[in-house]
């Protein structure tokens, strides 16, 4: 959608997205995709992070009422 009004705002070219990612495509641009891992973390954080999670996941099961079925 993005694609589709910057082609059409810049360029005057009204085109679908797909047709806009395929001319992308063949001049060697590509979709750029998240990192699903942070590259900078340190270690001491995310461990202490993961133990608070997990008791705050646990107290919270513990807390829910009954089903009443």
Not at 39 to 48: D, E, F, H, L
């Given at each position: 959608m993005?694609?589709?009004k910057v082609t059409r705002r810049e360029l005057g070219i009204k085109a679908g997205d797909t047709t806009i990612?395929?001319?992308l495509i063949e001049q060697g641009f590509s979709s750029q995709k998240p990192q699903v891992e942070a590259?900078?973390?340190?270690?001491?954080?995310?461990?202490?992070f993961?133990?608070?999670?997990?008791?705050?996941?646990?107290?919270?099961?513990?807390?829910?009422?009954?089903s009443s079925s």
């Open positions: 993005r694609l589709q990612r395929k001319a590259s900078q973390k340190n270690p001491a954080q995310v461990s202490g993961r133990s608070g999670w997990h008791a705050l996941k646990k107290v919270q099961k513990s807390e829910r009422p009954a």
